[in-house]
């Protein structure tokens, strides 16, 4: 089971879908990704729950810089998550704390998530 492969460049950043998990790369500097960010999310999140992933993992180990829009984009992606018990997977989230601004975005993430989300 696993995501239909895709890599989507959009100004500074680079977004890389392949079987299990969703890589982002560069910056993402952008006011509001909503508009293009969150479908990106939507369709992952559709692929798996179609194919019965047990887990996503979402990468930004390599995302030098991202805006309150990443974050809120994964908010409403964790909500999708726990609207339904019967969603299958759950998203692991890898991150690098070289970078300030994954350290101060993720405590209040990992207590949306609750069991849904696991961070590295």
Known sequence: ?????????????TIQVTSHTVKLQGVLSEFDVRDWFYPVLTRVHEAAVATQMQEVVFDIRQLEYANTGLWRSLVLWL?????SPTTPY???LLSDPV???????????????????VVR
């Open 90 to 92: 759950s998203v692991r």
């Open 99 to 117: 970078y300030r601004w994954q350290k101060v975005g993720l405590p209040p993430l990992i207590r949306l998530g609750a069991d849904r989300l």
């Open 1 to 13: 089971m696993s995501l239909k492969p895709f890599t989507e460049n959009r100004n500074a950043l």
């Open 79 to 83: 909500r999708l998550l726990r609207a």
